[in-house]
């Protein structure tokens, strides 16, 4: 499966939730229910992923991603708040320590589903 198709996937199961849960609820709930949708497509995935930042051979940070989708896509969920360019630093930054190439912001809280593509 090419990274397009797969990013279609991730799209149409974040639609699927977004229209199903609509409005007003915690990220929490949001990443619960694309667990759930992803579980149901048969989409493989990783949840809580944790992630070492190194520096020359140290590890200067660690850090937890919501999802790693085939280990391929890092996923973040955002509801409530606009998507930043902090939100686009902190998903370029942590691709760069995956090595992986495309990375998701996709947020909730507007009444049309926003999803933001990061590239590496």
Partial sequence: MSIKELQDQVVEAALEVHKNMGLGFPESAYTQALAYEFDLR?????????IKLSYKGSVAGEYTLEFVVKNSIIVM???GEPITETDESKLRSFLKATKLHLGMIIDFGKEVLEIKNITR
């Fill in 42 to 50: 048969k989409i493989d995935y990783e949840r809580k992923k944790n």
């Fill in 77 to 79: 969920i955002k509801s």
